[in-house]
């Protein structure tokens, strides 16, 4: 006899009590483990050199010590990291929506991942 609290029955019913957000950070996993050499972001470590892909969910102009530098929030699905281009006021194709893979050595400021002036590659836009 099958009850309300076996594994399966919990994650049949999983897929219609997940929330829009929630399965949206599952496919951004998803496509951000497809991307070859990539890490989560969660799962990156500070001072080690890493490769991570996701998606762009803002991008601003923020002057750092008086330097232009533009700032932007790269998403994964698991977690957040904010990538910092110094001496730079816009970057073509750095967008929001923008998907990429960057790759530089993250650092932890203030509890929040960052990566300054990682290389990127930019990803096509996915059908959507």
């Given amino acids: 006899m099958t009850t309300s609290s ?7 019913l999983s897929r219609y009590t997940r929330t829009d957000d929630e399965m949206r950070a599952d496919v951004l996993q ?11 972001i969660r799962d ?6 890493s490769t991570v892909a996701g998606r762009l969910r803002s991008v601003t102009l923020r002057p750092v010590a008086n330097a232009p530098a533009v700032e932007a929030e790269l998403y994964d699905g698991s977690a ?6 110094l001496g730079r006021r816009r970057i073509p194709g750095i967008t929001p ?17 960052h990566m300054v002036n990682p290389r990127y590659t930019l990803l096509p ?3 959507e």
């Fill in 6 to 12: 076996t594994p399966e029955r919990r994650g049949f």
């Fill in 30 to 40: 998803e496509e951000s483990s497809h991307v070859t050499g990539a890490t989560l």
């Fill in 44 to 49: 990156c470590v500070a001072g080690t050199p």
């Fill in 80 to 85: 957040r990291m904010t990538l910092l281009f």
């Fill in 97 to 113: 929506g923008r998907r990429l893979v960057v790759t530089g050595r993250p650092i932890e400021r203030d509890g929040e991942r």
């Fill in 125 to 127: 836009a996915s059908a």
